[in-house]
């Protein structure tokens, strides 16, 4: 039987969610379920995310691996399906699924992330597994166009946010987000979500894939090893890196700061960074 992570289940609870409550309370035999279903042994403590939990498992062959069991949300919809058409190559080996209960047999990294190694050559890293991970996104997953018409909507509607810089994000999500392309992008590929592996020295894990511009998701490397003098000089560097368009990195950036900040539900620490990121990128 798994056994929940204590700070995991006080933090699902404090949501208020009921479904996500429910959701909890299912997971042991969820757990027991799969274990069953794939033949598998627990082999270890289990891990927990934000909303998800891990657990260690061997095969019926003893091979290790991580039994992942997610709550389903819209950005987390489509993980199986992103891991799927990258096959290992970058990221983590999807080994079976089952997408409608949100359950993943993943092959076992080492726990060593890159937010270990020096900022610059994480990085570099960061931005080549970005680049190398692009693909044509599949029809069903969600799209930069529609949530920047929903951000324009919503941010019209915020407080809390310097006008101005809701003027800016509103006016890109209306000019930028009907042109948007229909790249694979991974908008949560942060320095905690690229592990250590034993094919690859690093692979992303834990995708939020959207269909998007190759220029978006890259907030979430600037806010993470927060360094707020060397903003510009990180998101240059990825821009290079990636060889992406500059005005369209910078405003794509700048939007997902301020919606972020907007964002009634965001914690402190997010809600900060965001504030100093979008007043850095602003161009008003």
């Not at 992103?82 to 990221?91: E, F, M, Q, T």
């Not at 019209?156 to 000019?175: N, Y």
Request: hydrophobic content about 45%; aromatic content about 6%; charged content about 30%.
């Amino acid at each position: 039987m798994i056994r929940i992570p204590k700070d995991f289940t006080d933090t699902v609870l404090s949501w208020g969610d009921d479904d996500a409550t429910r959701w909890l309370l299912g997971l042991p035999e969820l757990a027991a379920e799969y274990l069953d279903r794939w033949d598998l042994t627990s082999d270890g403590a289990p891990l927990n995310g934000f909303c998800s939990v891990v657990q260690p498992v061997r095969m019926p062959d003893g091979t290790p691996a991580m039994l992942k069991l997610g709550l389903l949300h819209e950005e987390s919809e489509h993980e199986w399906l992103a891991l799927s058409i990258w096959d290992g190559d970058g990221a983590v080996r999807l080994l079976a699924h089952d997408a409608d209960d949100g359950v993943l047999l993943l092959e076992r990294l080492r726990p060593e992330t890159l937010a270990t190694q020096p900022i610059d050559d994480a990085l570099a890293i960061a931005g080549t597994l970005r680049k190398r991970l692009l693909r044509p996104a599949p029809r069903r997953v969600r799209t930069l166009r529609a949530t920047a018409a929903r951000w324009a909507e919503e941010l019209a509607q915020a407080e809390g946010v310097p006008p101005r810089l809701l003027d800016e994000a509103i006016d890109h999500c209306r000019t930028l987000g009907p042109l948007a392309l229909s790249q694979l992008v991974n908008e949560d590929q942060h320095f905690q979500n690229i592990l250590a592996g034993d094919r690859e020295p690093w692979l992303v894990i834990d995708p939020k894939v959207i269909a998007a511009d190759p220029e978006f998701g890259l907030a979430t490397l600037l806010w993470n090893r927060f360094e707020p003098d060397r903003l510009r000089r990180r998101l240059d560097m990825l821009i290079e890196i990636e060889e992406l368009d500059p005005d369209r990195a910078r405003s794509w950036t700048f939007v997902s700061a301020v919606v972020n900040w907007a964002d009634e539900d965001a914690d402190d620490w997010t809600a900060q960074r965001c504030q100093v990121i979008a007043t850095t990128l602003a161009d008003r």
